[in-house]
């Protein structure tokens, strides 16, 4: 989920990430008894399963790391990949720092945390 609760996004084994919108409204129409099914979009970037999704604090943009040792970095609102970076092993976590805004998202891979900077990805 994001920070401002409204996006909530969750990775699959066949590595689709799907993404619902507007969901704090949703479950607070819950809570008054309106039953309401949020906006889904599907994203199917990698291809085989998701091993970890993170928002950025301004909610632009999701990580989202894989068994094919990627990590991916996609644009929210336009629902398309901006970067990504092959990382050598499965991605099993990843995060954003949540500090200013520094431009460093980490990964987790195998028990090893690594940094990783724009000159370390590659634009697709």
Known sequence: M???DDILAAGDV???I????????????AAQGKAQQPPCTTLHLHPHAV???????????LLSGGQEATLVRSETC????DMC?????DVAGCCYPGF?????SMALLHFLCAV????RVCNT
């Open 100 to 104: 200013g805004t520094m431009p460093f």
């Open 14 to 16: 066949s590595g689709r």
């Open 2 to 4: 994001n920070a401002r």
């Open 51 to 61: 091993g970890c999704l993170a928002f950025s604090p301004d909610s632009n943009y």
């Open 85 to 89: 970076c092959c990382t050598g092993c």
């Open 78 to 81: 336009a629902q398309r990949r």
């Open 116 to 119: 990783i900077t724009p000159s």
């Open 18 to 29: 799907l993404i619902w919108r507007n969901f704090a409204d949703v479950l607070q129409a």
